[in-house]
């Protein structure tokens, strides 16, 4: 099993350019979720979903969108990049239970200039 | 709401010395805590969770944390610190009324010095 995947693993934008990341899991669960990570920040959580078919905002949903594409697939939008949005950016998956674990795919590094 | 506080953002230890890592949390119901490291340039890894029962738990690479309700604080530990400690550890708590939301603290980042 290759757990979570993300793709790419590197991308550079300009501001006002948009692009979407890409997330699978491979593990048959339920809820998937979307970090940023920053220096000193922590992770902060951006959507996640409990259950294919519903997204909900997490902490900070400003300049993102998010498909729940089938119970593999969620994908993170970028619509209009800008330089504060410049971060690392995680998966994750659980199988939906408050108290499951979540794993972690490698993570995207994104610049935007 | 659920918060985390991880007290000092770096920590130095000798090898061979002990490893302990501070997390206290804000509940208003039981919490479920996590423990996650994250070596350079990779996702996080469990190191271990409480979740209920047993208030010491172990977990891998001979770490383990006990949760102590009366201090609110879920620390790290381990006797004995190798090279291949040296990475970020990140505390993070949930609870039933988080709708699975996990929240995290700023992490702390462990040196280990030959």
């Known amino acids: 099993n290759a757990g979570v995947t993300q793709t790419p693993k590197f991308q550079v934008l300009k501001t006002g350019q948009s692009m979407t990341l890409q997330c699978a899991q491979d593990m048959n669960h339920n809820s998937m979720y979307w970090y940023r990570q920053d220096p000193g920040m922590g992770l902060r959580l951006i959507y996640y979903?409990?259950?294919?078919?519903?997204?909900d905002k997490g902490e900070v949903p400003n300049g993102y969108n998010v498909s729940r594409l089938n119970k593999r697939e969620f994908s993170l939008r970028l619509e209009s990049a800008a330089p504060s949005q410049t971060s690392v950016y995680f998966c994750a998956s659980s199988n939906g239970q408050t108290q499951e674990t979540q794993y972690f795919g490698p993570g995207t590094r994104l610049l935007v200039l | 709401a659920q918060s985390v506080t991880q007290l000092g953002s770096h920590v130095s230890v000798s090898e061979g010395a002990l490893v302990l890592l501070r997390c206290n949390y804000s509940s208003s119901v039981p919490p479920y805590l996590f423990w996650y490291v994250q070596y350079p340039n990779q996702g996080l890894q469990l190191l271990l969770k409480y979740t209920t029962g047993a208030t010491l738990v172990k977990g891998i690479n001979g770490f383990e944390a006990e949760f102590k309700k009366s201090e609110t604080s879920f620390h790290l530990t381990k006797p004995s610190a190798h090279m291949s400690d040296a990475a970020e550890y990140f505390c993070?708590?949930?609870?039933?009324?988080?709708?699975?939301?996990?929240?995290f603290g700023t992490g702390t980042s462990l040196t280990v010095i030959p």
């Open positions: 993070a708590v949930t609870a039933m009324n988080t709708g699975n939301q996990f929240y």
């Open positions: 979903s409990a259950s294919e078919g519903t997204t």
